[in-house]
């Protein structure tokens, strides 16, 4: 950054240690108006354009007419990190498909507004984390909601700034969690696992989705429902398994369980019920029906896998519910809890976000959304 306000000396050294050097000393050639991924008109510095609701950068230096030394008080390198060009990226469980926006700078997928190599040091800089194709997480969310897409990563230098533009077509999406298994009647169903987060900030900054671009949590994944059973005098137990949870909403669908008694014999004194629906990228799965043993003995229905590509910040998937009929009856395990949209690493980081676009799970700066991994 060229820390220099009005009426302090600044010289073409200093423009040219931050900037870079332009071709034949050219002043002019600082003139810029450039198009990067889906952000556009870029001059040599930029700020938020405050007038729309995702607050898109937008150029605070001249992009023609007569340029003096003056212009450049405060400014500051731009450098653009890639997440535009190329292929569609999927993140494994492990974390090490995709690199953190840190480790993508420092192999130089970037763009530089100005004629350098961006600097090793990034303090003073302008960080712009570009994403405009989409990212997602392999997997469903059994690993919880502390697994994210794409992290920031942490150790960009004091001094930095940050931003993170999500583009018309950028795309970051958790994955959904699995639904839980349908109990028995000795076994409430088996609560529904979490699904993943899309975006985690490591290092404060402000986030910014334009109009049609999504971060999207994965849904949690529906409870199995209860199972039941019933013996009268002279009669054999009937027993009736409850309903698979369904699946989470995510690009990775989140999978359906199945029901309980899944492994007995389905006629006779047993009745298994139904498997959960596995999500799709649309919407989270439907429960399965519980088992019905002649209407003596009924398992609860497994809970919906939760999700949808509409606004909300609490996707977390429905609970199973108790069995229905029977002298002894189990409950419906817990839905799991929904990925957020954005994460931060702990209480020391904070971020803004400033949404034109789609949003699904939490982007709260409370102690509920740390866990970042």
Not at 169 to 197: C, H, L, N, Q, Y
Not at 340 to 352: G, I, L, Q
């Given at each position: 950054m060229i820390n220099k306000n009005t009426g302090d000396t600044i010289s073409f050294t200093d423009i040219k240690n931050e900037f870079g050097m332009p071709p034949g000393k050219n002043l002019g050639a600082y003139r810029m108006s450039v198009n990067v991924g889906g952000l556009s008109n870029l001059g040599l510095d930029n700020v938020d354009d405050t007038g729309q609701t995702h607050r898109p950068p937008t150029s605070n230096f001249p992009q023609s007419g007569t340029i003096k030394f003056s212009?450049?008080?405060?400014?500051?390198?731009?450098?653009i990190v890639d997440y535009y060009s190329g292929s569609p990226e999927v993140e494994s469980k492990n974390n090490v498909n995709i690199k953190t926006g840190y480790k993508q700078y420092k192999a130089g997928k970037v763009k530089v507004l100005g004629?350098?190599?961006?600097?090793?040091?990034?303090?003073g800089t302008k960080i712009i984390i570009h994403v405009n194709k989409r990212l997602s997480r392999s997997s469903s969310g059994e690993e919880g909601n502390s697994k994210?897409?794409?992290?920031?990563?942490?150790?960009?230098?004091?001094?930095?700034?940050?931003?993170?533009?999500?583009?018309?077509?950028?795309?970051?999406?958790?994955?959904?969690?699995?639904?839980?298994?349908?109990?028995?009647?000795?076994?409430?169903?088996?609560?529904?696992?979490?699904?993943?987060?899309?975006?985690?900030?490591?290092?404060s900054g402000d986030v910014h989705v334009f109009p049609n671009g999504k971060i999207i949590g994965g849904g949690g994944g529906g409870g199995g429902g209860g199972g039941a059973g019933q013996k009268d005098k002279g009669d054999p137990w009937r027993r009736a398994g409850g309903g698979g949870g369904g699946g989470g909403q995510g690009v990775d669908n989140g999978l359906g369980n199945v029901g309980g008694y899944d492994t007995e014999n389905q006629g006779g004194n047993f009745r298994r019920g139904q498997e959960g629906e596995k999500g799709n990228s649309e919407q989270g799965g439907t429960g399965g029906n519980g088992g019905d043993n002649d209407e003596e003995a009924k398992g609860g229905k497994g809970g919906a896998g939760f999700g949808a590509i509409v606004s909300m910040q609490i996707n977390d998937g429905e609970r199973g519910f108790n069995a229905q009929r029977g002298k002894?009856?189990?409950?419906?395990?817990?839905?799991?809890?929904?990925?957020?949209?954005?994460?931060?690493?702990?209480?020391?980081?904070?971020?803004?976000?400033?949404?034109?676009?789609?949003?699904?799970?939490?982007?709260?700066?409370?102690?509920?959304?740390?866990?970042?991994?």
């Open positions: 212009d450049f008080y405060q400014k500051r390198l731009n450098v004629f350098k190599s961006p600097p090793s040091n990034t303090s994210i897409t794409l992290r920031t990563g942490g150790a960009w230098e004091s001094g930095t700034q940050l931003r993170v533009d999500v583009g018309s077509e950028g795309r970051i999406f958790g994955a959904g969690g699995k639904g839980g298994k349908g109990g028995k009647v000795d076994m409430d169903g088996k609560p529904g696992k979490d699904g993943t987060s899309a975006l985690g900030m490591a290092f002894e009856k189990t409950k419906g395990g817990a839905g799991g809890k929904g990925g957020s949209s954005v994460r931060r690493k702990n209480s020391n980081v904070s971020f803004n976000v400033y949404n034109g676009g789609l949003m699904v799970g939490n982007w709260t700066q409370n102690n509920s959304n740390m866990g970042f991994s």
